[in-house]
């Protein structure tokens, strides 16, 4: 199967694959947990956006529940509840830029703050499966292998796909690596499937 390079392709896929029995009884993973990385250049940024929502509504139409969430939406909801939004809004344009980011660090750490809250809209949300978008948009605060890493205990019995701005890659040298941007190395995180490449 070759790999789908068009947005319209991409778009195509995506349909297919995440339709797909296969894809929802998680067959063909040998026991790993059910993560798929689907990654797109950075630039596409605005366009897979859309793209992700036509496809939740499409996926929707034929019958599969999705769970769309944003690590971005979930982070200001974290700030808000906590009601420190405005007040980082406030001095974020004349305090120091380590600060601020230490700040956001601790209050939004994926294991004692972001991961319940994922936890919590899996227990309140029947779905088919997790969608989690937002990645650019909270980095460096929140890094995507943190997340991946600490929501294998949460969301292992449905299929989980990140749109990830970047690369994900895999050598059997470095093991998976993936590259935020396509600059910046996030880690290696090797416990996922690239969606694009997942034939059904």
Not at 87 to 93: H, R
Not at 135 to 148: A, K, T
Not at 170 to 175: D, V
Not at 180 to 190: A, I, M, P, T, V
């Amino acid at each position: 199967m070759n790999k789908p390079t068009s947005r319209k392709e991409r778009a195509e896929h995506l349909f297919k694959v995440v339709t797909s029995q296969r894809f929802l009884t998680k067959q063909g993973l040998g026991n790993e947990v059910p993560f798929f990385i689907c990654p797109y250049p950075a630039e596409e940024g605005l366009s897979m956006n859309e793209d992700r929502l036509a496809l939740v509504t499409r996926i929707t139409h034929a019958g599969i529940a999705v769970l769309d969430l944003s690590l971005y939406d979930l982070s200001l909801g974290i700030l808000e509840e906590r009601g420190i939004l405005d007040q980082i809004l406030e001095i974020e344009s004349d305090t120091d830029k380590r600060e601020v980011r230490e700040l956001l660090q601790s209050v939004l750490d994926p294991k004692a703050n972001l991961i319940p809250r994922i936890g919590e809209a899996i227990e309140a949300t029947p779905h088919d499966v997790i969608f989690l978008s937002g990645v650019g948009e909270v980095y460096p605060y929140i890094r995507s292998h943190n997340v991946l890493n600490n929501l294998q205990s949460t969301a292992k019995d449905k299929p989980t796909v990140l749109f990830f701005p970047g690369s994900y890659t895999h050598a059997l040298a470095t093991g998976a690596s993936l590259d935020l941007f396509g600059r910046l190395h996030d880690d290696k995180y090797y416990r996922a499937f690239n969606i694009l490449n997942y034939e059904v």
